[in-house]
């Protein structure tokens, strides 16, 4: 009912981003299972792969690469920012989550994308986080912009030469609008929500 009133980016911005912190929080806290946790993201995940039937980018758009590096394997992030990115008529290419720094710069390779998005979630230490971006960043056309979104990019010692980190989904927006990524025509919407 939330989707509907709110309309598909308000519903994400709005409600199931700061949702999904909620519960994570929760879980830290032990006021949460780790049990409910997955149950809600799968739900959540349903949700978001029947709207993302509804959502298409115009044709004309860049393709852009998102990922979650090794021993990341929660894939709602991934899910929200790619339909956030859809809203926004930008083309994602999803490799999913837990890929390797080698794997992902094949693929960005193979598909000549404009941008590589890696997102790291939760529990992935600043250390562990930079060693993850510079192996990407070594295995990435030097050219091809590479952006780190996350609570770890906020844990770094220190900035890592041609990474663009970005603190959360708004960030990445506008480091895409300011390297010219955003399309110029607005996404489709295919069928009402």
């Known amino acids: 009912r939330l989707l509907m009133a709110q309309g598909l980016r308000r519903f994400l911005e709005q409600t199931l981003i ?12 032990g006021e949460m299972q780790t049990f409910q946790e997955l149950r809600f993201t799968d739900l959540a995940q349903r949700l978001l792969r029947e709207v993302t039937r509804l959502v298409r980018p115009a044709r004309d758009s860049r393709q852009i690469l998102l990922a979650t590096p090794p021993n990341d394997p929660n894939q709602l992030g991934l899910a929200m920012l790619e339909l956030l990115l859809f809203t926004e008529g930008i083309n ?13 710069a094949s693929a960005a390779d193979a ?25 990407l960043r070594g295995a990435l056309d030097p050219d ?23 603190a959360d989904f708004s960030s990445i927006m506008a480091t895409m609008r300011e390297l010219g990524v955003m399309p110029q025509t607005p996404v489709a919407v295919l069928s009402p929500l």
């Open 144 to 166: 091809l912009p590479l952006v780190c979104c996350g609570r770890a990019v906020n844990l770094l010692a220190k900035p890592i030469v041609n990474v663009r980190t970005a």
């Open 92 to 104: 994602c290419l999803t490799l999913g989550a837990g890929v390797p720094a080698q794997e992902t």
């Open 111 to 135: 598909y000549e994308v404009c941008l590589v998005v890696l997102l790291f979630e939760r529990g992935i230490s600043g250390k562990i986080a930079g060693q993850e971006m510079r192996a």
């Open 18 to 29: 700061p949702l999904n912190e909620a519960v994570h929080d929760q879980v830290v806290r």
